[in-house]
């Protein structure tokens, strides 16, 4: 949560509105990305069989 209210502050049109924000889009963020993972990892073991 820190490293995305630390990137709001850097990047111009990127806001949070508070630590609680930040925290739920960083579990958002980590389950999207936890999801592509597997897909990736999925698709890749396909594709060597």
């Given at each position: 949560?820190?490293?995305?209210?630390?990137?709001a502050?850097?990047?111009?049109?990127?806001?949070?509105?508070?630590?609680?924000w930040?925290?739920?889009?960083?579990?958002?963020?980590?389950?999207?990305?936890?999801?592509?993972?597997?897909?990736?990892r999925?698709?890749?073991?396909?594709?060597?069989?």
């Amino acid at each position: 949560a820190f490293m995305i209210l630390f990137a709001a502050k850097l990047v111009d049109g990127f806001r949070v509105d508070g630590f609680w924000w930040a925290l739920l889009f960083s579990l958002i963020l980590s389950i999207v990305t936890s999801i592509l993972e597997s897909v990736k990892r999925k698709d890749e073991g396909e594709e060597n069989n």
